[in-house]
């Protein structure tokens, strides 16, 4: 069923609902979308609806809402992300919300490139990434944050993944839960200065695992982070 990222909208069941601008274009002209098609529609706040097109005019196009459900939001991982090149940031954009990440923080370190991202590319990449994997909820991107400035007290555990170093803080000694708060940290292209490694290393509950990888992209190494902290969360290893 194609998915519809229509911003904020209640949707009620058995009202008629009218889609215009961008998301009328996208489904008519991209999508080619056929009167008596089901549609998704994703609110970006936990509720969807299962619709059904039933005018398709100049325009705009008419659906009936079938069907309606609210989603607990459950995401309880954040990540933290050091500067990138764009082509990269927005790969690693997709990727937080395929993998259901809550938060993405974009600091800047010592060796990390100064870059700001357009909030209307952004704003584009988040919804068709949304639409593509039937999220429902929104990413939340923080950009402008130094790594100092993170507020890493929020957290009950801290993953700081280094493919670069030996050391490794034994995995044994964390037990995140699905109800606790969780931030994975992963370097800028430049990697950390050790005064940085250093301060990072004071960080209560702050675990640093060694990848034991070859050096991967950023967009790679947040896929790995993440997927590894999920069998820690449910396979406890």
Known sequence: MRAILLRNLSFSESDKLLIKGEAFHHLKNVLRVKK????LLLNGIG?????KIINILKNEIEVEILTTEKKSDNRNIDIALGHIKKDAFFEALKKSIECDVKKLIVFESEYSQRIVYKDERMKK???SSIEQSNAFYELDVEQEIKLSEISFKDYDFIFFFNSQRDLEKSKQEARPTRDQRILI????EGGFSSKEIEELEKVSNLFEINAKTNIMRSPNALSYAIGH????????I
């Open 125 to 127: 990449i988040i919804q």
């Open 47 to 51: 509720s969807f609806a299962k619709s």
């Open 185 to 188: 940290i992963i370097g800028p």
């Open 36 to 39: 008596e098609q089901e549609l």
């Open 229 to 236: 902290v999920q069998a820690m969360i449910n396979m406890r």
